[in-house]
T-cell receptor, first 112, second 110 residues
Framework: RKEVEQDPGPFNVPEGATVAFNCTYSNSASQSFFWYRQDCRKEPKLLMSVYSSGNEDGRFTAQLNRASQYISLLIRDSKLSDSATYLCVVNFLSGGYQKVTFGTGTKLQVIP | DVKVTQSSRYLVKRTGEKVFLECVQDMDHENMFWYRQDPGLGLRLIYFSYDVKMKEKGDIPEGYSVSREKKERFSLILESASTNQTSMYLC?????????FGPGTRLTVT
């Protein structure tokens, strides 16, 4: 089983729609979680951290479910500019260091 | 804003050549990382460093080495480039939470 798994998509949604992605992780000792956004042929950029209590940044909401070992990203009122690949990242301690594991990403295409 | 720069955006090298990829960050971050990104495989960690002159192997270190002589600079070295090392190479730095990436170097080995 992969350490971090994401549905590769693509998710094709109309402008204004709400879309949600999930990301599952296998290590129950994972400590911190993030969502990144990567535009085509660009580097990944940190979108938001994910906390157990859930957190919101404008149209974006991130949630962590430790019991079921997944994190989610909800995007409301989708814009064309939201089209990108969304990567989830899970960190856990391994050998005294924070091991950072990226998912392979979920592609979102927002359609006019 | 954190700035991470990489020495080249595009690089073409021949099989067997020694290749140096350099990464510089300007935010005094302790941690620096080298990844390669390939379609369908996502980001895979090659090496990372938590301090000057310190290095740790990531998931795919074979065929690579690194050097961190100064805090702001982390170099990736391909001792003898091979065609299967054709990829996008991304450098990142971090302090506590989240990583900041450079623009990437697309390396082609012919």
């Amino acid at each position: 089983r992969k350490e971090v798994e994401q549905d590769p998509g693509p998710f094709n949604v109309p402008e204004g729609a709400t879309v949600a992605f999930n990301c599952t992780y296998s290590n129950s000792a994972s400590q911190s979680f993030f969502w990144y956004r990567q535009d085509c042929r660009k580097e990944p950029k940190l979108l938001m951290s994910v906390y157990s209590s859930g957190n919101e940044d404008g149209r974006f909401t991130a949630q962590l479910n430790r019991a079921s070992q997944y994190i989610s990203l909800l995007i409301r009122d989708s814009k064309l500019s939201d089209s990108a690949t969304y990567l989830c990242v899970v960190n856990f301690l391994s050998g005294g260091y924070q091991k950072v594991t990226f998912g392979t990403g979920t592609k979102l295409q927002v359609i006019p | 804003d954190v700035k991470v720069t990489q020495s080249s955006r595009y690089l073409v090298k021949r099989t067997g050549e020694k290749v140096f990829l350099e990464c510089v960050q300007d935010m005094d971050h302790e941690n620096m990382f080298w990844y390669r990104q390939d379609p369908g495989l996502g980001l895979r960690l090659i090496y990372f460093s938590y301090d000057v002159k310190m290095k740790e192997k990531g998931d795919i270190p074979e065929g690579y080495s690194v050097s961190r002589e100064k805090k702001e600079r982390f170099s990736l070295i391909l001792e003898s480039a091979s065609t299967n090392q054709t990829s996008m190479y991304l450098c990142a730095s971090s302090q506590q939470y989240g990583q900041y990436f450079g623009p990437g170097t697309r390396l082609t080995v012919t």
